[in-house]
């Protein structure tokens, strides 16, 4: 696995100084010696590949050598998470981040069971799932936001939502010109007056096969879809 | 969530017979009474709306009132799976039953860490995916075979491999005719002889956006990829 640590960005030409976990973790962890090559995440969400200086498992200093450029995902997408048990979503967000969701957008819909994550579980994961994915910007978190007011979120994009009473349709997606939201509804899924509230806003139901998804399968099978889309011409 | 059993099926005008396992989950863990209405899966792969007619949670009977059509997945594909660990393979699982891959073959690559999982595990993971998702057919398991023999299975299929090297490659994928093969590898991804391999028995790379996907998150978002891919007229 690549060895990837963050820090903030220092100054032209001088090394980055890593905080008592980044250090614990290059140290303890990865036991990366001096000189040790890395790949370095900044705070302004760039990836650099990078060289170990010097330090201890408490402070580490590592030069960076140079930027890397990262392709942009296919689209921008934004999904719109009927919250589910928030040990559900630290399970899925890796994949989530993996596969470029932009923005993670909190609904409440009539069967999430809770709140979000608390953030600084939610800043470990994310945090871990970039160290994992090479990914050099986490998505932004927005909400929570009642159902009703999802439809608000970037009206600019096409919106859809997975929709289990329209399950087999699959053949309906006309290419897309940019980028796309998807809502996808809490376990158990969204009602029947949450369905029509959607379509009444121009979200259109997105067919994902024939059989009932769950949730996080869900987000992820109905976000590949999008994300692979043909491109209008 | 629905309510589904499995049972072998009854001569016609017979209730069909709930084995103890079947009978336990039907009166213990889902409390249903005599007349409750449900869906069962029968040893055909045929899903019946149906009603408990009597019995305990030893031994239940149930009659079949009426066939239920089940549209099939858009398009057959073949997952030819890089043996990761056992656990992790039976957490994807589900996920990839929900979709509705319909063969899975094994496949022991270099950096696969052990065999399949063993098939009673199996057999309990797949019922329990296909109870949730009303999947009434099973997948196909083939295998394990080894690397270089994977592009026998199915060659008339078109294949594809997941290939970190080629990440960033999102928009190589022509319209499909009718089914597809996937390969993704274990956990630390395939090796570059590997992937020679594959590419010289004809099977492409696909890519799946600029990140490293875990492998389970792979086999996802590739699957759901091709699934979902433009059909070629």
Do not use: K
């Not at 370095?40 to 590949?49: A, N, R, Y």
């Amino acid at each position: 696995m690549s060895l990837r640590v963050f820090a903030a960005r220092p100054l032209a030409g001088e090394p980055a100084i890593l905080d008592p976990d980044e250090s614990h973790y290059l140290r303890r962890v990865r036991r990366a010696p001096d000189g040790a090559e890395l790949e370095l995440i900044d705070d302004h969400g760039e990836l650099w590949s990078a060289r170990v200086r010097s330090g201890d498992a408490r402070r580490s200093e590592v030069d960076l050598l140079a930027p890397r450029v990262v392709p942009a995902p296919p689209r921008e997408l934004v999904l719109l998470l009927g919250l589910p048990e928030p040990a559900a979503v630290l399970e899925l967000l890796p994949g989530l981040i993996e596969i470029g969701v932009a923005t993670i957008v909190w609904v409440r819909c009539a069967r999430s069971q809770s709140g979000p994550p608390g953030d600084n579980r939610l800043a470990r994961v994310v945090r871990a799932a970039q160290r994992q994915c090479g990914r050099p910007g986490a998505p932004h978190f927005v909400g929570p936001v009642e159902l009703a007011a999802a439809p608000e979120q970037r009206p600019d994009l096409p919106g859809f939502f997975a929709w289990e009473q329209r399950r087999g349709l699959s053949d309906d997606l006309a290419p897309l010109v940019g980028g796309a939201r998807l809502l996808i509804g809490p376990e158990g899924g969204l009602t029947p007056a949450e369905a029509a509230t959607l379509e009444s806003a121009a979200l259109r139901p997105l067919g994902l096969g024939p059989y009932t998804l769950r949730s996080g399968t869900a987000a992820l099978v109905g976000l590949a879809r999008l994300m692979f889309a043909p491109t209008a011409r």
